[in-house]
């Protein structure tokens, strides 16, 4: 008796489960829901043309250009964006050496609490100090961006589009879209969330100065910055594609002695005939 009780309870909560889901999956086929006035706008992230020199299984880093995008980080982005996960001695790896990145740290105050006094000291930055908060009272709350391009779907390439990717909405697009604008203060972005953001756009031709490299355009400076939080947010990167090579033919060799001592072991034992 009991154990029919127990089956007709189990057989009600499964057939309320069943109803429901079909009730939802026939409203989500016959009245799909509307899509908000920006989702028009919307564009997908691309790479520059040409790519990064970091994609594909073989890819490297271009050391001059993360020099380049440290550079602009630090010309234009630091004066909102913090970058908290990067020490001042993994700036090494970018080729500066140890003078250099000694007396990069010191250029930064770092703070320190002390507590005999019960205060918050500055003091200049060692090597081995991250980089420090940035503090910042414009309108909207610029994220930190040592993870950035890890933080976004598809983040390379989201943070070079959104870098490159400002202008006017379409005008064909607005009059399709009458419901659609940007509010005061934000900035048209199709690449962002919701098309409008409170960043004005950072970049501007010649904002930054390279040192002989390349023409400091606004493609260019994007790139090399992307290049730089691409190293910041995973500096093994191309150590990890390198491991993968050589592990591959490792597999490769392996297999094949495998194989040879196989037959070498099962040599004298003669076929079965039958
Ligand atoms: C004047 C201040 C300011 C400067 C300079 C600035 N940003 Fe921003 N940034 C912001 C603010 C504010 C936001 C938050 C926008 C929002 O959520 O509406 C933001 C957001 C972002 C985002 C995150 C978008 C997201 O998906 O959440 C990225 C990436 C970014 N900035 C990159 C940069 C880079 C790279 C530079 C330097 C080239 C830079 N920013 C310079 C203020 C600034």
């Known amino acids: 008796?009991?154990?029919?009780?127990?089956?007709?309870?189990?057989?009600f909560f499964?057939?309320?489960?069943?109803?429901?889901?079909?009730?939802?999956?026939?409203n989500h086929v016959?009245?799909?829901?509307?899509?908000?006035?920006?989702?028009?706008?919307?564009?997908?992230?691309?790479?520059?043309?040409?790519?990064?020199s970091f994609e594909g299984p073989l890819g490297t880093w271009d050391y001059a250009q993360l020099q380049r995008g440290y550079q602009v980080y630090k010309e234009v982005c630091a004066a909102c964006h913090s970058i908290q996960y990067v020490a001042f001695r993994n700036l090494e790896e970018l080729g500066y050496n140890e003078?250099?990145?000694?007396?990069?740290?010191?250029?930064?105050?770092?703070?320190?609490?002390?507590?005999?006094?019960?205060?918050?000291?500055?003091r200049s930055g060692l090597p081995t100090d991250n980089f420090p908060a940035v503090p910042y009272f414009g309108a909207g709350e610029p994220p930190d961006?040592?993870?950035?391009?890890?933080?976004?779907?598809?983040?390379?390439?989201y943070v070079y589009s959104?870098?490159?990717?400002?202008?006017?909405?379409?005008?064909?697009?607005?009059?399709?879209?009458?419901?659609?604008e940007?509010?005061?203060?934000?900035?048209?972005?199709?690449?962002?969330?919701?098309?409008n953001l409170s960043m004005a756009p950072p970049l501007t031709e010649g904002i930054v100065t390279y040192e002989n490299g390349p023409e400091a355009t606004v493609d260019q400076m994007a790139q090399d910055v992307t290049a730089f939080l691409t190293w910041t947010a995973e500096p093994r990167l191309i150590d990890r594609k390198q491991t993968g090579l050589p592990v591959?033919?490792?597999?490769?060799?392996?297999?094949i002695l495998a194989y040879l001592s196989k037959k070498q072991i099962w040599a004298s034992v003669k076929p079965r005939k039958d």
């Open 1 to 11: 008796m009991i154990r029919i009780g127990a089956i007709l309870i189990g057989l």
């Open 14 to 26: 499964a057939g309320i489960a069943l109803w429901s889901f079909g009730k939802g999956a026939y």
């Open 30 to 52: 016959t009245e799909p829901g509307e899509k908000p006035a920006y989702y028009a706008f919307k564009e997908k992230p691309h790479g520059p043309d040409g790519g990064f």
């Open 99 to 122: 003078a250099e990145v000694k007396q990069e740290a010191s250029t930064y105050n770092i703070p320190v609490y002390d507590a005999a006094l019960a205060e918050v000291e500055t």
């Open 145 to 157: 961006l040592s993870l950035m391009t890890k933080a976004r779907n598809n983040g390379v390439d």
């Open 162 to 180: 959104l870098l490159t990717g400002y202008g006017e909405p379409d005008p064909d697009m607005l009059a399709a879209n009458p419901d659609f």
């Open 182 to 195: 940007v509010p005061a203060g934000l900035y048209f972005n199709p690449y962002f969330a919701n098309v």
């Open 248 to 255: 591959l033919i490792f597999l490769l060799i392996a297999t």
